[in-house]
């Protein structure tokens, strides 16, 4: 006999397409995100001012962070250890890949300890920067500013197999 509890991956919403029209609506995403159980790697894109970083800034804050955000911008990586309602710690890596001049600048600063560790979750700015020393994502984003001028930004979250096979689910992502 089936177990109804689990979902079907075949009906599992693999890509989902957002408008953020305030930064009210980035928070708002942020929360989502932050439901989620995601662990592993995120990987962030989207050209200079498309809200990388606010997006991150939101969603730690989300999972608990209470102190600054600090770009990772000159640093690469900010870590942080968010202690979670039941008690736990969950680590959160905020990378930022944009001025990395070759990935395997990424071995000597030890961030495949950070995508290596239990439970972590590693969201990437910039991750074309390193995308051939990097592990595939669980999900990827895609930010795009809109033409108008306005605050407007597109949101594109696709789940990668390795999402998929987690039985992630991105239907309940809405703005």
Partial sequence: MPNNS????????????????????????????????LSGS?????????????????WLQALGHKDAVKSPTYTLVEPYSILQEDGTTKPVYHADLYRL?????????GFDEYLDEPNALVIIEWPSRADSYL?????????????????????TLRL???????GLDLSALHI
């Fill in 6 to 37: 689990l979902k079907d991956e075949s009906s599992l919403q693999t890509l989902q397409t957002l408008t953020l029209h305030s930064e009210d609506d980035t928070k708002a995403l942020a929360r989502q995100l932050a439901a989620l159980p």
């Fill in 42 to 58: 995120v990987w962030l894109a989207g050209d200079l001012g498309a809200g990388k970083t606010t997006l991150t800034r939101y």
């Fill in 101 to 109: 001049q070759d990935p395997e600048e990424l071995s000597f600063i």
């Fill in 135 to 155: 592990p595939p994502p669980i999900l990827f984003i895609d930010m795009t500013q809109g033409d108008d001028g306005k605050e407007a930004r597109q949101i």
């Fill in 160 to 166: 990668s197999k390795v999402g998929q096979a987690q």
